[in-house]
């Protein structure tokens, strides 16, 4: 599975993962959010799923992360901790910056 590739193989980074549904109106807001952010921030590993169409993935963050689900939501990690996570209008391109401080 690629999700637990990207958790084994960055342990020793910093990276983000970005819950999308591509039918929700704010999640496409968020993800043009996370977009921006990842185009500026090209040293650090952006990877995105979509949640509908790949369910299980998304269930699978919640239960390795025990955070609920949501949808748009951001995960920040780091060293393989997750340090930061956000849903909705809590995901904004400067937010993200901020946390990787």
Request: hydrophobic share 45%.
């Amino acid at each position: 599975m690629q999700l637990k590739s990207l958790l084994e193989e960055n342990q020793a980074k910093t990276f983000f993962i970005f819950k999308h549904s591509t039918r929700c109106p704010v999640s496409a807001m968020a993800f043009a959010e996370f977009e921006r952010f990842s185009g500026k921030h090209q040293e650090v590993i952006c990877a995105f799923v979509k949640v509908i169409e790949h369910r299980d993935v998304s269930d699978l963050i919640a239960e390795l992360t025990g955070v609920v689900h949501q949808s748009p939501q951001v995960f920040l990690f780091d060293k393989g901790e997750l340090l930061w996570n956000a849903s909705h209008s809590d995901i904004r391109e400067e937010s993200m910056a901020a946390h990787l401080s």
